[in-house]
């Protein structure tokens, strides 16, 4: 009898542990159901361009794949608002010295200031100016030798934007395009970092001009004011590279091989109210190198192309309407 008992109250307690397992699976189902439920879909956000590829898979991939993070953060844009004339001209005066006298126009995209040697231009909609020397030297017997070297280029540039108050804490080198035969200047470019991840995008670069005997021409920030908004699940990069091939994103070159795979930020020219993270494929080809790009986050999670422009097409309506 007392083995029988026993064994009756070992079969009780495994049968209640069994309940328990089941009740914790059912209650943590119920859980990531509503966590689900509380990520919204976010826009297509992306203008990455016309497709150039008619057949994205003779972009290969030899691996092995990087491990990635489950998920990611989306940042939240905070747009320009309540912007007048005396802010715009307050932001010339603090970063380039214009003076209160210059010139004001409005035009429907940007307002603009204007002295007999420099204009400001200032875009509204997204916060981006630029600011440039009108009555340039003139470049058409200038020589290489006339201008900086690139590690002077560098220099020349970090420290004009540290004395304007530009020069950002995220920001790193991106690079030294030689421009001296069209548009008369190297130009050196600036990305931002984003928690350490770099940005792709024209919303989050700097752009120094330098001319002959090293003067700056030329300054462009593009740098969006951000603040976190949600974590949200991201794709495989195995996911992100079957999603490339089938021109789920954007591939600039025709045929070649992929070298690296990572995660960065899209941050575009034109007005978004998120900044999202995308996969971003380094590529090498027979003639040049290239790149890749594929929205990160999970499918479920984002509006596809097609759902955007049918959304788009829709708030425009039809002839007639």
Not at 224 to 246: F, G, M, S, W
Request: with cysteine; hydrophobic share 30%.
């Amino acid at each position: 009898m007392n083995k029988k008992k026993i064994l009756v109250v070992l079969l009780g307690i495994f049968a209640l542990l069994i309940l328990l397992i089941v009740i914790s699976i059912s209650r943590l189902g119920c859980v990531s159901q509503e966590d689900s439920q509380e990520l919204e879909k976010l826009p297509y956000t992306f203008d990455f361009g016309t497709w150039s590829n008619p057949n994205p898979s003779t972009v290969g991939f030899d691996g092995p794949f990087p491990k990635m993070p489950s998920e990611m953060m989306v940042y939240k844009v905070v747009h320009p608002n309540n912007i007048t004339d005396a802010y715009v001209r307050e932001l010339a005066q603090k970063h380039f010295g214009m003076p209160s006298d210059a010139k004001f126009e409005k035009k429907r995209v940007s307002y603009r200031l204007k002295t007999s040697t420099h204009r400001f231009r200032f875009e509204p909609q997204t916060g981006f100016f630029t600011f440039e020397k009108i009555d340039a030297i003139d470049t058409r017997s200038t020589t290489k030798n006339d201008y900086p070297s690139n590690q002077d280029c560098n220099t020349i540039a970090v420290k004009h934007l540290k004395s304007c108050n530009l020069y950002d804490k995220d920001a790193y080198f991106g690079g030294i395009a030689d421009n001296t035969k069209s548009v008369g200047s190297m130009s050196v470019g600036f990305g931002r970092k984003i928690e350490g991840y770099k940005t792709r995008g024209p919303g989050g670069e700097m752009l120094v001009e330098i001319g002959p005997g090293g003067e700056v021409v030329y300054v462009r920030k593009a740098w969006q004011e951000l603040v976190p908004y949600k974590p949200y699940p991201i794709k495989t990069a195995r996911k992100a590279l079957k999603d490339l091939h089938n021109r789920k994103g954007f591939l600039t070159g025709l045929k070649g091989k992929i070298n690296k795979i990572t995660l960065r930020y899209y941050t575009s020219s034109e007005k978004q109210d998120y900044v999202q993270p995308i996969y971003y494929f380094e590529c090498s080809g027979p003639e040049s190198d290239f790149y890749g790009v594929v929205p990160a986050i999970k499918n479920g999670y984002i509006q596809s192309r097609e759902e955007y422009w049918k959304e788009i097409k829709a708030k425009r309506g039809t002839p007639g309407e």
